[in-house]
């Protein structure tokens, strides 16, 4: 066993953790952005689902994405033993685990377009459909040899595959389970049922932003000639020139800057730049996140004045700058560094790979909408429907799903509450 073989293999073995410690910058990214009478619900819901999803990635979904199959699904490697891949010069078991932890995240995102008014039912039966059916042919697509790597899709560590993927599956969510209570107004203007805690959402921007370094470096699977650090590099210039954009554009148009808009724009800048950040430049990268910093901002006006309720702002932060990150690598990729696919626009390449890229945003944001609408709607017959009732929803999912608050104190002062008027 060689020294390249272990190193690699320890890299990725971190890569892994990374990524797999993001499920927590997630809790409190949507613990934080929604009502504290529904805290608790979320953090154990997003711990149960990962678990669920772990499961079911080891049971069929990775042979599915990486096992021998056709141009659309793979048909081998179910129930994954631990084995070495003869195509990778690392360990089986660490490359496993790494794409087992985007499989999770893509999931997660997906359930930022259920909260605070979907059953736990819900999500655990479709944590399963999502883990087996949506997200596993997208990866296979793009990832696992499928006809969209066939076309050199540019896809570096999902943009699409991860992102857009699961944005496509809130959508379906939102769409469905209608808005929460009192989010709109009868005359269709919306009201702000701020988050809780904007210390929470800030330090989960940050979690986030150091998890990417694992979701997009460790995407390298290799320490050779250190080509990670560099893909770290244009991560992290990604996300500062997305938290920039926003808070500037926030400053202009709202005439303050507005502190959540700031936080979505670094995750927009993160999003944005995990398609293309091995394939552009360092300046391509500040501009590729400082573009998806401003679409964030006008994407979220835009949804809330459709109506669509979108608590945790995914669609904008993982839909519409998945779609932009996937899109630029059509105008930015380098010859040098278009190891994957053809130079964009701007080197040469012409319209050839801008192309490619906007037929994978169609068809894998069309097939994850349609196929997560149609298992939802599944769900919500079999079921008797997706949403807790509405005396539930004002109580909230802590105390009407799981009979405690993730706030102590605020059971405490219910309870208080409840015996004054009593004894009225």
């Not at 059953?119 to 697509?141: E, M, N, Q, R, T």
């Not at 470096?217 to 500062?240: H, I």
């Not at 926030?250 to 005439?255: D, K, Q, R």
Request: proline letters at 2%; one cysteine or more.
């Amino acid at each position: 066993m060689d020294t390249l073989f272990l190193m690699n293999s320890l890299w990725v073995m971190l890569g892994a953790i990374l990524v797999i410690l993001m499920i927590g910058g997630f809790i409190l990214l949507e613990t934080g952005s929604t009502r504290m009478k529904n805290a608790g619900h979320i953090a154990g819901k997003t711990i149960l689902t990962f678990s669920i999803s772990s499961i079911v990635f080891w049971a069929v979904g990775f042979g599915l994405i990486f096992g021998k199959g056709n141009a659309l699904i793979g048909f081998s490697d179910f129930l994954y033993s631990g084995y070495d891949i003869d195509t990778l010069s690392l360990s089986g078991s660490v490359f496993f685990l790494f794409q087992l932890a985007f499989a999770g995240i893509s999931l997660t995102i997906a359930f930022g377009g259920f909260a605070e008014r979907a059953k736990l039912g819900v999500y655990l039966v479709f944590a399963v459909l999502f883990s087996v059916i949506v997200y596993p042919p997208i990866a296979h697509w793009i990832w696992g040899g499928g006809w969209l790597a066939g076309m050199g899709q540019q896809d570096f560590a999902g943009s699409t595959v991860v992102h857009l993927t699961g944005a496509m599956a809130a959508l379906a969510a939102t769409i469905l389970l209608k808005p929460r209570i009192g989010k709109f107004n009868k005359d269709g203007s919306a009201n702000n049922l701020a988050g809780h805690n904007q210390v929470f959402t800030a330090l989960s921007v940050l979690l986030l932003w150091v998890g990417w370094f694992g979701f997009n470096a460790g995407s390298t699977l290799s320490v050779d000639k250190g080509f990670f650090g560099f893909v770290a590099l244009n991560t992290n210039l990604g996300a500062a020139a997305g938290t920039v954009a926003a808070m500037i554009i926030s400053w202009i148009v709202l005439g303050k800057a507005d502190v959540p808009m700031m936080l979505n724009g670094a995750l927009a800048g993160l999003v944005a730049i995990t398609a293309s950040c091995a394939f552009v430049d360092t300046w391509a990268a500040v501009l590729i996140g400082f573009i998806s910093g401003i679409l964030v901002f006008y994407s979220i006006i835009f949804f809330e004045k459709k109506g669509i309720d979108d608590p945790i702002a995914a669609l904008s932060v993982h839909g519409t700058a998945g779609v932009w990150g996937t899109l630029s690598t059509g105008f930015f990729a380098t010859k040098e560094l278009a190891t994957v696919g053809k130079p964009g626009l701007f080197y040469g390449g012409g319209f050839h790979q801008l192309g490619v890229q906007a037929l994978g945003v169609i068809a894998s944001g069309t097939f994850a909408l349609i196929a997560s609408f149609i298992l939802l709607a599944i769900i919500k017959k079999a079921m008797n429907g997706l949403r807790v009732t509405e005396e539930e929803e004002i109580i909230g999912l802590d105390m009407s799903e799981h009979g405690s608050y993730g706030y102590p104190e605020l059971l405490k002062a219910e309870q208080t509450k409840q015996k004054a008027e009593a004894t009225v």
